[in-house]
């Protein structure tokens, strides 16, 4: 699968939940014992990202999915993670924020992680939301906009496809928004591949 | 009540009390007792706004600013209960209680001017106050810093 994607493209670009799940993974200390901490997505975007950088690729996200993830994204994705666990604890949350908002911010330094200032123009924005809200219903189209109260993705979402189509990389994501339409996004020229990161084995 | 350096009797004396018969037969002077109430009175306070201030987050959306300051308000809530069972300088308590006092009124302050956008602002101001209380708790030996490497977690909580 990922053989088949590094044939094709020279760059990639991930969503902002890709971009924690890669620095998702940390030991801590409890009772004398260390124990590991990661997301379940780590070892696939681990891996992802392993192959990609062996193959020279850069890998790009646009300003605004960056600072969403320093404002929300971090905070959602660890508060989740240690309710699932049942590790949860306000000091627990605090302590693993950090350590990922610094770890985010040593990624931010590599010299093959570019983060783009990129705005979507009117234009090209308004075409992907039509596209949205053209489509059919059905379940996906169901949870989309349960999920964003409209029938169209969030404007980081939307802008990350528009972004992809403009520097041709391969689009790397979790998210139910753009992977659920990925056929039709791709049908429509409306962006660049789109890789469901859960589809990586 | 204004504590001073000068009142050795006082700067001296410990706190692991909360109750007048604690102090029965202990020798404390009615002044020492009283300061003792005073800082309990603070602490009774700080405890009500923790919660009080925790519950108010909890109705934001999750963003780091909020999980900054929720880690920081579990961390003084824990800071003062462990206050009353290590035994500590009363001028240190005094200064820890104060620090946590200022640090919630900050906070306070910061939810009443952002009601919408909370996961952007500045709370760096918030934060150099939690970093001096980490500090002390620190030094002192009350508790671990967050922050610390290799911290066992369970040291939060003993």
Same mark, same amino acid.
């Given at each position: 699968m990922i053989t088949h994607y590094l044939s094709q493209f020279d760059k990639a670009i991930y969503d902002t939940n890709c971009i924690v799940y890669y620095r998702f993974n940390f030991q801590e200390k409890y009772k004398g014992k260390i124990f590991s901490i990661f997301h379940?997505?780590? *070892? /696939?975007?681990? /891996?992802?990202?392993? /192959?990609?950088?062996?193959?020279?690729?850069?890998?790009?996200?646009?300003?605004?999915?960056? @600072? @969403? %993830? $320093?404002n929300k994204g971090i905070a959602v994705i660890v508060e989740d993670l240690l309710k699932e666990k049942g590790l949860y604890t306000e000091i627990i949350a605090r302590r693993l924020s950090q350590k990922l908002l610094n770890s985010l911010n040593d990624l931010k330094s590599k010299s093959w992680f570019i983060i @783009?200032?990129?705005?979507?123009?009117?234009?090209?924005?308004? $075409?992907?939301?039509?596209?949205? %809200?053209?489509?059919?219903? *059905? *379940?996906?189209?169901?949870?989309? %906009?349960? /999920?964003n109260r409209r029938p169209f993705p969030s404007y980081v979402d939307l802008s990350l496809i528009v972004y992809s189509k403009k520097i041709r990389g391969l689009l790397v994501s979790t998210d139910h928004d753009i992977c659920d339409f990925k056929d039709e996004l791709e049908k429509n020229n409306l962006c660049s591949k789109i890789l469901p990161l859960w589809e990586i084995n | 009540m204004e504590l001073t350096a000068s009142d050795e009797a006082t700067r001296t004396a410990y706190y692991p009390f909360s109750t007048w018969s604690d102090y029965e037969g202990e020798g404390y002077t009615t002044a020492q007792i009283s300061l003792r109430f005073t800082l309990l009175n603070i602490m009774r306070k700080n405890a009500f706004e923790i919660s009080s201030l925790m519950s108010r987050l909890y109705d934001y959306p999750p963003s780091l600013n909020r999980t900054l300051i929720l880690g920081a308000l579990e961390y003084v809530s824990l800071a003062q209960n462990k206050l009353d069972k290590i035994k500590l300088e009363v001028g240190k308590c005094f200064e820890i209680v104060r620090l946590i006092k200022e640090y919630l009124n900050m906070v306070d302050q910061k939810l009443k001017t952002e009601k919408d956008g909370f996961d952007s602002i500045d709370i760096s101001d918030t934060e150099d106050i939690f970093k001096k209380i980490e500090n002390i708790c620190y030094v002192q030996g009350i508790l671990p810093r967050i922050n610390e490497e290799n911290v066992d977690l369970s040291d939060f909580y003993k």
């Open positions: 379940p997505f780590h *070892s /696939k975007i681990d /891996k992802l990202t392993s /192959k990609i950088l062996n193959e020279k690729w850069h890998i790009y996200t646009i300003k605004i999915a960056w @600072e @969403e %993830i $320093q @783009e200032d990129f705005l979507p123009s009117d234009d090209r924005l308004d $075409q992907v939301k039509q596209f949205y %809200i053209n489509l059919p219903d *059905s *379940s996906e189209k169901k949870r989309l %906009i349960d /999920k | -």
